[in-house]
C-alpha cells in the first residue's frame, strides 16, 4: 500500500508532514510535498484526513480488497468524504462528521 501526491494539486500547507508517524513525507524544493520511499508507507491515512486539496491519493490493493481501488478524500466544513475510485470508474463515498466522530 501506498500513496502519491499530486504535485499540481499541493499547496505545500504541510499538515500531512506533521501527522506522517513515520516522518515518510519531505518538503520539496518548490515547497511542495513527496513521499522518500513509497514502500514504507504503511496505509494509516493520517495524511489523506489532513489534505485539504485533495492532492493525496491512496492505493486499495489487492491484499486489502481493494482491486487497485483508489482512495481520496474531499473536506467541506465539518464533513470529510471518503471517496473510492474503482478501477471501472464507478465512486463510493462515505461521509463522516469531523465532530461526532470525536464525541464519545
Ligand atoms: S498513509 Fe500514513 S504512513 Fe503513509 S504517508 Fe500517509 S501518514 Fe505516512
Ligand atoms: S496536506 Fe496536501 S496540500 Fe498540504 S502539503 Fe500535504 S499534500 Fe500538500
Given at each position: 500500500m501506498s500513496i502519491r501526491i499530486d504535485s499540481h494539486k499541493c499547496s505545500g500547507c504541510g499538515k500531512c508532514r506533521e501527522v506522517c508517524p513515520g516522518s515518510l513525507l519531505r518538503a520539496t524544493d518548490s515547497g511542495r510535498t513527496d513521499i522518500r520511499e513509497p514502500k514504507d508507507c504503511w496505509g494509516c491515512t493520517s495524511c489523506l484526513k489532513e489534505c485539504s486539496c485533495n492532492a493525496i491519493t491512496y492505493y486499495l490493493g489487492a491484499d486489502m480488497g481493494g482491486r487497485g481501488s483508489l482512495l481520496h478524500t474531499r473536506q467541506e466544513g465539518n464533513l470529510l468524504h471518503w471517496i473510492v475510485?474503482?478501477?471501472?470508474?464507478?465512486?463510493?463515498?462515505?461521509?463522516?462528521?469531523?465532530?461526532?466522530?470525536?464525541?464519545?
Open positions: 475510485t474503482e478501477p471501472n470508474g464507478r465512486e463510493k463515498t462515505i461521509t463522516v462528521d469531523k465532530k461526532q466522530a470525536n464525541a464519545y
